[in-house]
């Protein structure tokens, strides 16, 4: 495998990445569209449809450090670029907005089962306000309104994170590695950037005789950071029967804006021979995703005017709500194992890591370096 073939494998990785990322992106931009049920409700089914995917994203950014359990020698580096994916339960695939205790909207056309971010490809059902109402001549007629249908699903079942990282050796066993992927702006989405930094001790360097053992004893931790955000560009809903006082500049700057850190922590064991390296370990990881939606959006409502004034004043209004999403996902916090090889030719490399847990994560790697 040639430079040039590496090169080649890196522009790959990063086309499949921008196009995962671009089909997620666009559904957390539809995320904005549930704001018009109001900052109660709306932060509810926002949480509701992205915690499977602040979970699984956590999981891959916690996944791929390690490559073999024995440290860089000093000096050393591996330049390694890969993609983990992280597998989402089918369980975590739907929610039932019923069960979600809702104050105000209600499923108005179709089943209460909706997709997650990680669903089906298939739109939820609709949800709104029925209301009733008694015009001045006594007629009592039905209205729905703020109707939104629940977006749909990737299709994709999985959720990936980029791997992007290098790792040097410096002394005494001692591995420190750093992950970093600029900002990069997915066309009329958004933008993504990561950072990330991890040790690797060896024990092995640490305890008298280590070196005679005949495997390579190692601890390793990592911390990694995303930020992620999408314009999800929300506007009222316009009707005959619907009063709107505001400019459409009014609704210009609205942002959803997301973070997630994820840390981890592992215990290996393994063997590096001329060719192939393999390891197993056992390890720790927690992680966590924010969510918030920043800017000025759109909610209907009902004009209380119109009851004083029905000849004059619309049924419905428009109102603004301000900054109405804030939402912390909570990911894995629990112990996990991991087992993993790597192929080595030269300087390049070939690397596969598994981790089992809830949400099981399955790493690839091509590197360049010089252990």
Do not use: C
């Not at 522009?11 to 539809?30: P, Y």
């Not at 005949?214 to 995303?226: A, E």
């Not at 505001?246 to 850190?261: G, K, L, P, R």
Request: glycine letters at 10%; proline letters at 6%.
């Amino acid at each position: 495998m040639s430079f040039s073939a590496l090169k080649r494998t890196v522009v790959l990785f990063i086309v499949l990445l921008m196009s995962v990322a671009s089909t997620a992106s666009a559904q957390i931009s539809e995320v904005g569209e549930l704001i018009k049920a109001g900052k109660e409700d709306a932060n509810v089914l926002v949480e509701a449809y992205l915690q499977p995917f602040g979970t699984a994203f956590g999981a891959g950014l916690n996944a791929g450090w390690v490559s073999t359990a024995r440290p860089i020698k000093p000096l050393g580096f591996d330049l390694r670029v890969g993609v983990a994916l992280a597998t989402v339960p089918v369980e975590d695939e739907v929610f039932d907005i019923a069960a979600l205790g809702l104050s105000k909207l209600r499923v108005l056309e179709g089943s209460s089962t909706s997709p997650t971010i990680v669903g089906e490809d298939v739109s939820g059902p609709v949800v709104g306000l029925r209301e009733t109402f008694t015009d001045p001549l006594g007629n009592t007629y039905t209205e729905e309104i703020a109707l939104l249908t629940m977006p749909s699903g990737t299709g994709f079942g999985g959720v990936p994170a980029p791997q992007v990282q290098l790792a040097v050796g410096l002394i005494r066993g001692i591995e420190v590695a750093v992950r970093y992927v600029p900002e990069m702006d997915i066309a009329d989405y958004g933008s993504v950037g990561l950072v990330g930094a991890g040790v690797k001790v060896g024990i092995n360097d640490m305890i008298p005789g280590g070196k005679f053992l005949p495997v390579d004893i190692s601890l390793q931790g990592g911390y990694t950071m995303l930020n992620a955000s999408a314009e999800p560009e929300v506007t009222p809903t316009v009707g005959a029967n619907v009063k709107n006082d505001f400019a459409a500049s009014t609704w210009s700057n609205q942002s959803v804006d997301i973070e997630a850190e994820a840390v981890t922590a592992n215990l290996l064991v393994g063997k590096t021979l001329p060719f192939i390296s393999v390891f197993a370990g056992v390890g720790y990881q927690t992680s966590s995703m924010t969510v918030a939606a920043s800017g000025n959006y759109p909610i209907t409502s009902v004009n209380p005017d119109f009851e004083t004034d029905p000849l004059n004043e619309k049924l419905y209004r428009v109102e603004q709500v301000t900054d109405p999403i804030d939402l912390e996902l909570a990911g894995l916090d629990t112990i996990h194992y991991l087992a993993g090889v790597r192929l080595k030719i030269a300087i390049l490399s070939i690397s596969a890591t598994y981790t089992m847990s809830d949400y099981p994560v399955a790493s690839v790697g091509v590197g360049l370096g010089i252990r």
